[in-house]
């Protein structure tokens, strides 16, 4: 069984940095694609950054030059975030698709989000 677990949302002012983390658990081959989303009360969730197994990214427009999303060689993203506006207040998670482990191909798993409040 994947479980994804995010880390390192909390309460920053606007102008300040976070870093959030996504782990997984469970016995993984591969994982084709990784993400972070978001969802703000009252909107829909959005795709804020997605990075490839071969390192190809692709950011939402509000965040490019400010987000800066890399993975590492174990299963792991992070999504560093500068120059925060209150604007990117919401519940960031991530996403792993295209996951490949000894029962199943090509599935995608959600972390349950971590919450990054950016105070004006």
């Known amino acids: 069984q994947v479980q994804l677990v995010e880390s390192g949302g909390g309460l920053v002012q606007a102008g300040g940095s976070l870093r959030l983390s996504c782990a997984a658990s469970?016995?993984?081959?591969?994982?084709?694609?990784m993400g972070w989303y978001r969802q703000a009360p009252g909107k829909q969730r959005e795709l804020v950054a997605a990075?490839?197994?071969?390192?190809?990214t692709n950011y939402a427009d509000s965040v490019k030059g400010r987000f800066t999303i890399s993975r590492d060689n174990a299963k792991k993203v992070y999504l560093q975030m500068n120059t925060l506006k209150p604007e990117d207040t919401a519940v960031y998670y991530c996403?792993?698709?295209?996951?490949?482990?000894?029962?199943?191909?090509?599935?995608?798993?959600w972390g349950k989000g971590t919450l990054v409040t950016v105070s004006s």
């Open positions: 996403k792993y698709s295209g996951v490949h482990t000894p029962q199943s191909y090509n599935l995608g798993y």
């Open positions: 469970g016995n993984i081959f591969s994982i084709n694609l």
């Open positions: 990075i490839t197994s071969g390192g190809g």
